[in-house]
Structure formats: C-alpha cells, structure tokens
C-alpha cells in the first residue's frame, strides 16, 4: 500500500526535493522554448525521458544552472551549517564561472559582472534556486525568521519585489510539504497569505486558484492562460498548477511542467522541487535517479543537509 503523504521520513523528502528539482530542470532542459512560443503547442508527443540539449551542449541526465546553483547552495549549507550570505554568494559566482555555458539568465550574468543584485528583473532566477534554502529553513520556528533568510539568499541575485514574492512561494511550498503540513486544497491560499494578497505574485496565484477549480479545463488550457515564461508570475503559476493538478503523483507533475513548455528547465525543477518535497524519492522514477548527472553526490548533500537540519 502506498505510505501517505504524511509519513514519509524527513530524509525521504528532503532527497526527493533535491533530486526532484535536478530531474524536472534536466528533463525540461531539451524542452525549453523562446518566449515567442509561451505554450508548447501539444501534448500528444509528450517527452518522458531525458533528451539531449545541443543547445547548451548537454548530455541526456545533464543539468542546467538551476542545478548549478542548487547543489552550489546545498554545498554551503552542508560546510557552514548555517546561512552565510558572504559565503554562498562566493559560491554561487565560483560555480557560475566553472559552469557558465549551462544557460543562465541576463540577471544573473549581470549581477556577477556589477557586484549588485538585478532590482528590475522579475525572472524566476531566484526563484529556480531557492529549494535547498527551504529545506534548511523548514523547521524555523519564526515564520518571519523564516521570511528573512530566505529573502537575504534571494537577493543575491534578484531585489524586484515580485521576483522576492515568487521565490518565497515556492520556499513557503517546500517547507510546507517537509513539515508534512502541505494540504493540497488549501496551499494556494496559505501562501498567499504569507506572500500577500495584493502582491501581483498573489494575484496570480489565486488566479490559478480558479484555474484549477474550472470544470473541464484541460491541462493545456490551463498552462495556455496561466503562461510558462520565466517571467515569475507565469514561472511559479505554472508551478503551483503543475503540482497541484496531480499532487500525489510526481511524475504527471514534473513531466507536464517540461511539456509546457516556456522556461520548461525551470518551471519543471520547481514543481520537481515541491512534489519531491511532498512525495518524497518514491516518488522519482528510479530511471530518472540512475540516469541523472551527480546524483550520488546530491543524494549524499541533501541527507547530510538533513541530518543538520535534525541536530538543530
Ligand atoms: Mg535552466
């Protein structure tokens, strides 16, 4: 019988996030589109498996820079067992230049040419990034806490409000699910009301609310109003709606996420990012794992990532 979603061990999450984020950004990777093009116009060939992305130069079970800044993260964490912002932005720019042709956005790019932080880009730079900041943050007991750390790991790299706005739901999202507390009816509303209901990110995410409550919307036709660009509000849209059309099942979410289209990478390494957290590694198709770049070394980061977080 499959365990419910409440009684998965922490170390099972906490993995299923990690490497649940690494699967959707290397599946999505072939898939990613120009923002001309802000819904992949079908799903009848929907891609389930790893592709290759000449583009980037990417062997099938590669990864992009949202892995590159990930595992960059996790890799502080787990060294300083502790938010070091000096530290980790001095590990972001190190990993950036080793692995810099793995498609990261202008924002990025500028921030670590200027030194400063993008305060126009509302792109889902941040956003992309933020899971393993979550998981070590989850058991938080001040939520404002909460709030300030990941907003000073956001911005880094990114200052624009609603960019600050997407990647606080998305960290809300992941913490929630690894405190078994994620109720998928009523996750919308819980992280609007963190995030703020006049916020645009709020806006949207209650529009997707009612995305989801329409009778006999298809799934593309979801994503079609939602958008899937990297513009954050169509990035975490997409996301949530990816995650919350089929909660239980890892799989739909992170495979439809890529097939939509738009910032496919990113979008499907979010939703990968939550419903991991949520269905924990049983969920992650064991083709994915054994096909996936450095999963041994993630594996092994985020259950160390756990056993602090544990101590603590
Ligand atoms: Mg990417």
């Given at each position: 019988?499959?365990?419910?979603?409440?009684s998965?061990?922490?170390?099972?999450?906490?993995r299923?996030?990690?490497?649940?984020a690494a699967s959707?950004?290397?599946?999505g990777?072939?898939?990613e589109?120009?923002p001309?093009?802000?819904?992949?116009?079908t799903f009848?060939n929907r891609?389930?498996?790893?592709?290759?992305?000449?583009?980037?130069?990417?062997?099938?079970?590669?990864?992009?820079?949202?892995t590159?800044?990930?595992?960059a993260?996790?890799?502080?964490?787990?060294?300083?067992?502790?938010?070091d912002?000096?530290?980790?932005?001095k590990k972001?720019?190190?990993?950036?230049?080793?692995d810099?042709?793995r498609?990261?956005g202008?924002?990025?790019?500028?921030?670590?040419?200027?030194?400063?932080?993008?305060?126009?880009?509302?792109?889902c730079?941040?956003?992309?990034r933020?899971?393993?900041?979550a998981l070590?943050?989850?058991f938080?007991s001040?939520?404002?806490?909460?709030?300030?750390?990941?907003?000073?790991i956001?911005?880094?790299?990114?200052?624009h409000?609603?960019?600050?706005?997407?990647?606080?739901?998305v960290a809300?999202?992941?913490?929630s699910?690894v405190?078994s507390?994620?109720k998928p009816?009523?996750?919308?509303?819980?992280t609007?009301?963190?995030?703020?209901?006049?916020?645009?990110?709020?806006?949207?995410?209650?529009?997707?609310e009612?995305?989801?409550?329409?009778p006999g919307?298809?799934l593309?036709?979801?994503f079609?109003?939602?958008?899937?660009r990297?513009?954050i509000l169509e990035?975490?849209?997409a996301?949530f709606y990816?995650f919350?059309?089929?909660p239980?099942?890892?799989?739909?979410s992170?495979?439809?996420?890529?097939?939509?289209g738009?910032?496919?990478d990113?979008?499907?390494?979010?939703t990968?990012?939550?419903?991991?957290?949520?269905?924990?590694?049983?969920?992650?198709?064991?083709?994915?794992?054994?096909?996936l770049?450095a999963?041994?070394?993630?594996?092994?980061?985020s259950?160390?990532?756990?056993r602090?977080?544990?101590?603590?």
């Amino acid at each position: 019988m499959k365990a419910s979603s409440n009684s998965y061990r922490l170390s099972a999450r906490f993995r299923g996030s990690v490497l649940g984020a690494a699967s959707g950004d290397t599946l999505g990777a072939s898939l990613e589109q120009a923002p001309s093009h802000p819904v992949r116009q079908t799903f009848k060939n929907r891609v389930e498996e790893f592709q290759e992305t000449p583009r980037l130069g990417l062997a099938p079970g590669q990864w992009t820079d949202d892995t590159v800044f990930s595992r960059a993260t996790l890799k502080c964490l787990v060294e300083y067992e502790r938010i070091d912002i000096v530290a980790l932005k001095k590990k972001l720019y190190e990993d950036y230049l080793v692995d810099s042709h793995r498609g990261f956005g202008k924002p990025t790019e500028k921030t670590f040419e200027r030194g400063t932080p993008d305060s126009e880009s509302a792109g889902c730079g941040a956003a992309m990034r933020i899971g393993p900041a979550a998981l070590f943050a989850s058991f938080y007991s001040d939520l404002e806490k909460f709030r300030g750390d990941i907003t000073s790991i956001i911005s880094i790299t990114h200052t624009h409000p609603e960019a600050v706005n997407g990647a606080l739901a998305v960290a809300f999202a992941i913490a929630s699910a690894v405190r078994s507390e994620l109720k998928p009816d009523r996750l919308i509303q819980q992280t609007v009301d963190f995030i703020g209901a006049t916020s645009d990110m709020g806006h949207k995410l209650l529009e997707v609310e009612g995305i989801l409550k329409r009778p006999g919307l298809s799934l593309e036709e979801g994503f079609l109003e939602i958008g899937t660009r990297g513009y954050i509000l169509e990035s975490v849209g997409a996301t949530f709606y990816a995650f919350l059309r089929t909660p239980d099942n890892f799989f739909e979410s992170v495979v439809n996420a890529a097939n939509a289209g738009g910032d496919a990478d990113s979008n499907a390494s979010m939703t990968g990012a939550i419903s991991g957290a949520f269905n924990s590694i049983q969920g992650i198709p064991k083709p994915w794992l054994a096909n996936l770049e450095a999963c041994g070394e993630l594996d092994d980061l985020s259950r160390r990532l756990c056993r602090i977080v544990e101590k603590k």
